[in-house]
């Protein structure tokens, strides 16, 4: 039983196209992320979810636009795609927003 | 500013002998510290946190970490490394800008030689 499954995993696509990446998480968390890994292995938090609101949106461009249905999911839309967004994204989940967070496997997106 | 940092991109040990990777920080109020591993093309896997009590916090794998409040550090350390604990190892400090988010550091590179 995956507890945070993020869909594809990998995804290679060209520049100004729109994807999406599906989150889920079977945790029973309140508390879902997104997390950008550069090519330097920094990791950055995207945007932060509690019981489906967003609660932090980190200077993100307008482009990256997150979906929550309900609190098990979180879904990350990206419009018009761009080289620099090249990166492998990770869905994450908390009991509550700031403590230990358990991530998915990560998506790898290749923007060409 | 609130931070955290990992001072050493990589550390080498030998297997067999004790391993310490090394976090300071800087946050603002009592800090919630954790330390991550990432094993490559994985996600992230929580090892241990400190919230509060005893200074000397156990995880998994072996793992533990020790909470320095006078130092701000919370090293993470392994009395006796194995060859698989080679990886990528992350540091993280909760601090609050308008909601609590997670802030890491730039990761270590652990490589445990046989």
């Known amino acids: 039983d995956t507890a945070v499954s993020q869909t594809p995993k990998y995804l290679v696509t060209q520049m100004g196209n729109d994807k999406s990446i599906k989150c889920e998480q079977n945790?029973?968390?309140?508390?879902m992320y997104w997390y950008k890994q550069d090519s330097k292995k920094f990791l950055k938090i995207m945007f932060s979810?509690?019981?489906?609101?967003?609660?932090i949106n980190e200077t993100v461009p307008n482009r990256f636009s997150p979906k929550s249905p309900d609190k098990a999911h979180l879904n990350l839309h990206i419009n018009s795609l761009e080289l620099g967004d090249s990166a492998v994204y990770f869905c994450?989940?908390?009991?509550?927003?700031?403590?230990?967070?358990?991530f998915g496997e990560g998506s790898w997106l290749t923007v060409v | 500013a609130q931070s955290v940092a990992q001072p050493e991109d990589q550390v080498n040990v030998a297997e067999g002998n004790p391993l310490t990777v090394k976090c300071t920080y800087s946050?603002?109020?009592?800090?919630?510290l954790f330390w991550y591993v990432q094993y490559p093309n994985r996600g992230l896997q929580f090892l241990l946190k400190y919230i509060t009590g005893d200074n000397l916090v156990k995880g998994s794998y072996g793992f533990e970490a020790e909470f320095n409040k006078s130092q701000t550090s919370f090293h993470l350390k392994k009395p006796s490394a194995l060859v698989s604990d080679s990886a990528l190892y992350f540091c993280?400090?909760?601090?609050?800008?308008?909601?609590?988010?997670?802030?890491f550091g730039a990761g270590t590179r652990l490589f445990v030689k046989a």
């Open positions: 945790l029973g968390h309140d508390t």
């Open positions: 993280a400090v909760r601090v609050h800008t308008g909601g609590f988010k997670t802030i």
């Open positions: 946050v603002s109020g009592n800090p919630y």
């Open positions: 994450a989940s908390s009991p509550q927003s700031g403590l230990e967070s358990y």
């Open positions: 979810y509690n019981n489906k609101e967003l609660i």
